[in-house]
């Protein structure tokens, strides 16, 4: 069964740079994309960006300059690096896989991140 | 960028059939995915490839998608299917994954 499971801190503060980590279980990050999305308290699912296994990657223009995603397969995991982090990054963080034909078939329970001034 | 639109909420009583729309620049030429969303919870993929349903959504979930709108069509809606739902699309042109609003569905 298909597993993933979001990492990070919970508490970051304005400017610095977020990293998580997103573990996979049940499947090899080989053969698949993987993506970001995020939600704000009260706000609807916004995609961050996708990584294919060969490490391809596609953001979302309103993010393209601070976002980085990568995969390991070693490891069987994906991440996320954001930078110049502002209060309206704070939100709940999701890792899923993505696929053409069947959309996000598999998420994580999300992180919460919380940035302070 | 694409931008899809659904309505803000669509409120429905028991036994009744909710349809919640999504509307795109010919979204009939894409494949269109919907989720479900449970305060506290992550989404659920309820339907697929416009149309398809994932094992274990009930059969009162449907899809259709044609010209400009995709909708969602929940039948007997029961107090349980009260949530949070969003469509969602990986725009071809763009290569771009983009979400609609979400649009809260509420049981009376």
């Known amino acids: 069964q298909l597993q993933l499971q979001e990492s990070g801190p919970g508490l970051v503060k304005a400017s610095q740079t977020l990293s998580l980590t997103c573990s996979v279980s049940g499947t090899s990050v080989s053969n698949y994309y993987w993506t970001w999305i995020r939600q704000s308290p009260g706000k609807g699912l916004e995609w961050i960006g996708f990584v294919y296994y060969t490490g391809i990657t596609n953001y979302a223009p309103s993010l393209k300059s601070r976002v980085t995603i990568s995969v390991d397969t070693s490891r069987n995991q994906l991440s996320l690096k954001l930078t110049s982090l502002t209060a309206a990054d704070t939100a709940v963080y999701f890792c899923?896989?993505?696929?053409?034909?069947?959309?996000?078939?598999?998420w994580g329970r999300g992180t919460l991140v919380t940035v302070s001034s | 960028s694409y931008v899809l639109t659904q309505p803000p909420s669509v409120s429905v009583a028991p036994g009744q059939t909710a349809r919640i729309t999504c509307g795109g620049n010919?979204?009939?030429?894409?494949?269109v995915h919907w989720y479900q969303q449970k305060p506290g919870q992550a989404p659920v993929l309820v339907v697929y490839?416009?149309?398809d349903r994932p094992s274990g959504i009930p059969e009162r979930f449907s899809g259709s998608n044609s010209g400009n709108t995709a909708t969602l069509t929940i039948s007997r809606v029961e107090a349980g299917d009260e949530a949070d739902y969003s469509c969602?699309?990986?725009?071809?042109?763009?290569?771009?994954?983009?979400f609609g609003g979400g649009t809260k569905l509420t049981v009376l």
């Open positions: 010919n979204i009939g030429s894409q494949s």
């Open positions: 899923a896989r993505l696929t053409a034909g069947a959309g996000c078939d598999s």
């Open positions: 969602q699309v990986w725009e071809s042109s763009s290569d771009q994954v983009v």
């Open positions: 490839g416009d149309s």
